[in-house]
């Protein structure tokens, strides 16, 4: 019997004991829903993951995209599965009815992609980011530029994409040279390139919206002359039927180590008179736009980093159960039967830690959307303030923390199953290669610890900071006299002291002395403080699985419970101690790799 992609008994905890969802029902948006209809948006994200992307995942993965020299080719199969998806409602199930959406509260929209993620791995990126251009443009442009792009968007006749990076730029957009030509009719002519533009060219949909970011000519220098426009791959007629091809073109394609099912393009804007665009919003604000969409990215990311390390876990953890190999170091007799692989202490270390790092992001990305739910539907405004402030503060985490440990525990999935792992008869490998691409998606980690501790730390004088750590010691102060948990509160008190030290040290550093020495270990600073956030997740699920014990459950419950409490010690005892080593090197400002002179390497 194959292993199952995720498992259910996991996203039931999830959903109905730590973050309790039924609860939403009470709200406005959700009042429609409920546990039943909530399970039945899993069942059907489920059984097309199986039905239409399981037998289709090594043939996709061994049958990359190609141009033909005028338009992309790919396998049929990819196009009957993103059919699927978008004839199910599954492109964007958390929006309105009226867009074609479930709306269902992006906690469990969350958890219901998890299976297609699981199953089609960066193949589902295509919806993915047609939900983020649809998001953005509904929040930023105007009514009819909504009305004609949005609905289409929403059911998948037409997809999205972002388009920022550029050849001689890369992440650095104050050095974007796309440039805009304001037209007498109010559009715009768009000239330039850019590169890495994930879905940016397919035959999948009818057309192809892209988020463009250029300047118009004469806009200040840096990211304050940025703005954003709508470029289609074909314009409309009049009737709003899709028209003549614009002026952009697929300069080439991508070939990934991992993520096969998705075209990486290189696009061409306006080799001849122009690729016509329509601004949004007000000009040089398109940086500030276009955030909306990356941060939804970056959560996506940091989900599909969780998503799979959960199925690699999963599948590994299936492997060990029924593999039998070898024998118990007590086994003195080289007859007896051969033991299961998880009867092997290091097999159990490496599953440990593989449901340590894949639960641990996964409760992390599932509160995320928790937040996003809060910040848009909480019943007062406090709330939704609240909500916001800390999902804009934990943003930076949520991408990086499981888009670094999701691809460790791949790793240690392909380890469990041996020889077998390292094949493409089994799918950790390709778990592996499709996740090690999140580090790299939506900011690099580099980028995003520059992020989380020169920008975000500090804002509006610490706020988004406080109500973190306030968050956290709330936490720890239920759990103070719970005996199930007194190892992870320990642990976690010391590595919230010891970052609280850490963030006063650098903060002052960076201000008194050398700000680019202060911020040259940013990214280990990164992981101190995602260590000691998940080990917080670890904390509340370990607080959900103590409670439900002391109701004395049934056996396979209890088994459950139980594995909670294991893992978050695990990551308490294993994991938490690396931050004292982290802590000490960035208060003192350790400049070994900083002074490394160039000459040297």
């Known amino acids: 019997m194959p292993a199952p992609l995720l498992s259910r008994r996991d996203l039931e905890f999830y959903l109905y004991e730590m973050f309790k969802v039924e609860a939403l029902a009470t709200r406005e948006r959700y009042e429609d829903h409920n546990r039943e209809s909530f399970n039945a948006a899993l069942d059907i994200a489920e059984k097309i993951a199986e039905d239409y992307f399981v037998p289709i995942r090594k043939t996709v993965d061994l049958n990359q995209p190609d141009w033909d020299g005028e338009k992309v080719v ?31 509260p992006l906690v469990v929209a969350s958890c219901a992609m998890g299976y297609i993620t699981a199953a089609a791995s960066t193949t589902n990126g295509f919806h993915a980011l047609t939900a983020a251009n649809a998001n953005l443009l509904e929040t930023h442009a105007s009514q009819d530029q909504i009305d004609t792009w949005v609905p289409r968007l929403r059911t998948g006749e037409f997809a999205g994409t972002m388009a920022l990076s550029e050849p001689q730029a890369g992440s650095s957009l104050a050095d974007m040279r796309t440039k805009a030509v304001a037209q007498d009719d109010g559009t715009y002519r768009i000239f330039g390139n850019k590169i890495w533009i994930s879905g940016g060219d397919h035959e999948l949909s009818s057309n192809i919206v892209h988020a463009v970011l250029a300047r118009i000519e004469g806009a200040p220098p840096g990211v304050k002359g940025i703005s954003m426009f709508i470029c289609p791959k074909f314009l409309l007629n009049e009737d709003g039927s899709v028209g003549a091809r614009n002026d952009v073109q697929l300069a080439g394609l991508f070939h990934k180590m991992g993520g096969r099912g998705q075209t990486s393009t290189a696009l061409n804007f ?44 999963q599948y590994s953890l299936d492997y060990a159960k029924e593999r039998p190999q070898g024998r118990k170091p007590s086994s003195k007799d080289p007859l007896a039967d051969p033991v299961m692989l998880i009867e092997h202490a290091d097999v159990r270390r490496m599953l440990l830690a593989q449901k340590a790092y894949a639960e ?46 999701g691809p460790k525990a791949n790793d240690l999935a392909i380890q469990v199953l041996g020889g077998a792992g390292y094949t493409n008869e089994h799918p950790v490998e390709l778990m592996y290669r499709d996740n090690r691409l999140n580090p790299i998606h939506e900011g690099t980690t580099g980028i995003q610890s520059l992020d989380l501790l020169g920008r975000k730390v500090p804002q509006h004088g610490m706020a988004g900071y406080q109500a973190c750590l306030s968050a956290i010691e709330a936490n720890l102060a239920a759990a103070q006299d719970r005996d199930d948990c007194a190892v992870m509160v320990d642990a976690l008190s010391e590595a919230l002291a010891e970052l609280k030290h850490t963030t006063e040290t ?68 294993w994991e938490l101690p690396h931050t004292r080593t982290w802590g000490e090197l960035l208060r003192n400002l350790d400049d070994t790799p900083y002074a490394m002179q160039a000459s040297w390497f």
């Open 74 to 104: 790919m396998i049929p199969e990819i196009k009957t599965a993103y059919d699927a998806v978008a004839e199910a409602g599954l492109i964007c199930p958390d929006q309105s009815y009226e867009m074609g959406g479930m709306q269902l």
């Open 270 to 313: 306006g080799e001849g008179e122009g690729a016509v665009a329509y601004l949004v919003g007000e000009p040089h604000q398109g940086l500030r736009y276009m955030f909306h969409m990356m941060n939804e990215a970056r959560v996506m990311v940091g989900t599909s980093g969780a998503t799979l390390a959960m199925a690699g876990y």
């Open 360 to 405: 641990g992001a996964w409760s992390l990305c599932l509160f995320a959307s928790q937040l996003v739910d809060d910040w848009k539907t909480h019943p007062d405004e406090v709330g939704r303030a609240d909500a916001f402030q800390l999902l804009d503060f934990l943003t930076p985490i949520v991408k990086t923390w499981p888009s670094e440990y």
């Open 506 to 573: 650098l903060l002052a550093s960076m201000v008194e002395r050398d700000i680019d020495l202060a911020l040259a270990n940013s990214a280990v600073y990164l992981e101190f403080f995602g260590h000691v956030v998940v080990g917080w997740m670890w904390l509340k699920q370990g607080l959900v699985a103590a409670t439900a014990l002391a109701s004395e459950p049934h056996a396979d419950d209890e088994a459950f419970y139980r594995g909670k409490l294991q893992a978050m010690n695990y990551f308490a005892r």
